[in-house]
T-cell receptor, first 108, second 115 residues
Framework: GEDVEQSLFLSVREGDSSVINCTYT??????LYWYKQEPGAGLQLLTY?????DMKQDQRLTVLLNKKDKHLSLRIADTQTGDSAIYFC????????FGAGTRLAVHP | NAGVMQNPRHLVRRRGQEARLRCSPM?????VYWYRQLPEEGLKFMVY????????ESGMPKERFSAEFPKEGPSILRIQQVVRGDSAAYFC?????????????FGNGTRLTVT
């Protein structure tokens, strides 16, 4: 079945690292995605990882994929107030299936 | 290269009226997807279209909702006889091809309010 799950909230202090977790169900997903949504805006593609990779790093973002456990995580290093947003994980099985989103709050 | 353009940004309709939401994909993109986001929820897939074809409408309600992507012009999502439960943000996304590795580029959405 199609189901992507994420924790709903995460609160971190500015400068700390944030880790947002996601589990998915379909092992046939070839790519997994992270999108960011700021208030009143659409979804911005942050990064994506091919299913035969374990890790992908892009500046402050690190994506880890555990295909055996169907677990995906997004780590944001040196989190800033501008990182406050909702982060969506998505798997691609002919169409993107999204999780409910993790609301990241960054406080001073 | 302009991104995915949706209009209007905000749309207010009374119960029973029709809502028409428009989406112009990115230049060179021939695949369009519509998603609905209810307040405080994630995005739910509605429909996937290519030019003049509906490829997957498994997420579309069976009644009152329709979508098209004509040969010329934007994709249209049409909701007839709107009800309060249709109030949501409707997002359009486009991609250049059908392959599974093609990320979707989203517009800023149309926020529909039914009064």
């Amino acid at each position: 079945g199609e189901d992507v799950e994420q924790s709903l909230f995460l609160s971190v202090r500015e400068g700390d690292s944030s880790v947002i977790n996601c589990t998915y169900t379909d092992s046939s997903s070839t790519y997994l995605y992270w999108y960011k949504q700021e208030p009143g805006a659409g979804l911005q593609l942050l990064t994506y990882i091919f299913s035969n990779m374990d890790m992908k790093q892009d500046q402050r973002l690190t994506v880890l994929l555990n295909k055996k456990d169907k677990h995906l995580s997004l780590r944001i290093a040196d989190t800033q107030t501008g990182d406050s947003a909702i982060y969506f994980c998505a798997e691609n099985i002919n169409k993107l299936i999204f999780g409910a989103g993790t609301r990241l709050a960054v406080h001073p | 290269n302009a991104g995915v353009m949706q209009n209007p940004r905000h749309l207010v309709r009374r119960r029973g009226q029709e809502a028409r939401l428009r989406c112009s994909p990115m230049k060179g993109h021939s695949h369009v997807y519509w998603y609905r986001q209810l307040p405080e929820e994630g995005l739910k897939f509605m429909v996937y279209l290519q030019k003049e074809n509906i490829i997957d409408e498994s997420g579309m309600p069976k009644e009152r909702f329709s979508a098209e992507f004509p040969k010329e012009g934007p994709s249209i999502l049409r909701i007839q006889q709107v009800v309060r439960g249709d109030s949501a943000a409707y997002f359009c996304a486009s991609s250049p091809r059908e392959e599974a590795n093609s990320p979707l580029h989203f517009g800023n959405g149309t926020r529909l309010t039914v009064t």
